[in-house]
């Protein structure tokens, strides 16, 4: 089962257990639980429910695994040639990562993939 959320600008694609990245929050401490409420798509393995533009009562709920992560950092510099004028600056963007740890969606039909069996190695006798 998989679903598509939206957090902020952003709209993720998401499954039970993954680790995600979104955008910084000052409020957050680790074991905290947060729930996204803006499920756009949500598919159980046979059907899919397409929310116009969110599905009602639909939500994931996950948990803070790391309240503050620090993005790569980025470099500008402003040279203006021939005034020896420079300007070098940077930023660092924070993220806070979370865990997934369920999709609720109200009256989606969840199939399970039936378990494929291996096949028997051939073996031939000479």
Known sequence: MFAVIEDGSHQHKI???????????????????????SVLLANGGGA???????IEGA???????????????????????RKNSRR????RQK??????????????EIVEPAATEEPEPVTTEG
């Not at 899919?48 to 969110?54: D, L």
């Not at 993220?95 to 989606?108: A, D, F, H």
């Open 15 to 37: 499954q039970e257990g993954d680790l995600l990245t979104i955008d910084y929050r000052i409020t957050a401490e680790e074991g905290e639980s947060i729930t996204f409420e």
């Open 48 to 54: 899919s429910c397409i929310g116009a533009p969110t």
């Open 59 to 81: 939500s994931v709920e996950a948990e803070v695994v790391q309240p503050e992560l620090k993005g790569e950092k980025l470099e500008i510099q402003k040279l203006r040639r």
């Open 88 to 91: 070098h600056t940077g930023h």
């Open 95 to 108: 993220y806070t990562v979370v865990r997934i740890n369920s999709i609720k969606v109200p009256g989606l």
